[in-house]
Nanobody, 123 residues
Framework: QVQLVESGGGLVQPGGSLRLSCAAS????????MSWVRQAPGKGPEWVST????????RYADSVKGRFTISRDNAKNIVYLQMNSLKPEDTALYYC????????????????WGRGTQVTVSS
């Protein structure tokens, strides 16, 4: 069965860094685009970033561009999200998701999600 397990979340101060990991299993990982999506309490999901199958093409939401970097290791079936210069508004539950259908910026459709890892940015 398809499984996505996020890890690496935690409490960090503004300006700090954090690296999230998503371990994938149960499917041909290197045949799928992968994304990170976040959701703050009481708000809807917000697309963060997407990476293509081979890790050669990446896309980012304007809110994180220049600060976050998505990458993947197909040999290990892991997707990463390196987050630098973190801001309080980055506080959210971060989900790893498999892209079922590729759309325009922020409009991809997802068929599988992890349970999420909490990122809290506060001083």
């Amino acid at each position: 069965q398809v499984q996505l397990v996020e890890s690496g979340g935690g409490l960090v101060q503004p300006g700090g860094s954090l690296r999230l990991s998503c371990a994938a299993s149960g499917f041909g990982f290197n045949s799928w685009y992968m994304s990170w999506v976040r959701q703050a309490p009481g708000k809807g999901p917000e697309w963060v970033s997407t990476i293509d199958t081979g890790g050669r093409s990446t896309r980012y939401a304007d809110s994180v561009k220049g600060r976050f970097t998505i990458s993947r290791d197909n040999a290990k079936n892991i997707v990463y999200l390196q987050m630098n210069s973190l801001k309080p508004e980055d506080t959210a539950l971060y989900y790893c998701a498999r892209v079922e259908r590729v759309g325009s910026h922020g409009n991809d459709e997802y068929d599988y999600w992890g349970r999420g890892t909490q990122v809290t940015v506060s001083s």
